[in-house]
């Protein structure tokens, strides 16, 4: 199983940047996408951005225009910079990627998810 290990959440004033960061924990032979997602209290989770294996991107209306996902494949990493944040934007934040592992094996994996705080 690969393991994703997110950081970057934190509070925040609205107006204010944070850039996410969500990298893999073992050698992987091709990632096929990467995605952010966000669940905020009493709401299900949401796609935020995502990107192809061919760096095409999608993101929710709510986020276009302030939020940029990109991804270093060297690293087996992916980012989610986040500008103008608003308080609406409050919520735990989760990485998700899917690929083939070194060994050729098919994997599907969450990070743990880190808190974003956007508050005056």
């Known amino acids: 199983q690969v393991q994703l290990v997110e950081s970057g959440g934190g509070l925040v004033q609205p107006g204010g940047s944070l850039r996410l960061s969500c990298a893999a924990s073992?050698?992987?032979?091709?990632?096929?996408?990467m995605g952010w997602y966000r669940q905020a209290p009493g709401k299900q989770r949401e796609l935020v951005a995502h990107?192809?294996?061919?760096?095409?991107?999608n993101y929710a209306d709510s986020v276009k225009g302030r939020f940029t996902i990109s991804r270093d494949n060297a690293k087996n990493t992916v980012y989610l910079q986040m500008n103008s944040l608003k308080p609406e934007d409050t919520a735990v934040y989760y990485c998700?990627?899917?690929?083939?592992?070194?060994?050729?094996?098919?994997?599907?994996?969450w990070g743990q998810g880190t808190q974003v705080t956007v508050s005056s």
């Open positions: 073992r050698s992987i032979s091709s990632i096929y996408a």
């Open positions: 998700n990627v899917g690929g083939l592992t070194s060994s050729q094996l098919y994997f599907n994996s």
């Open positions: 990107i192809g294996s061919g760096g095409s991107t």
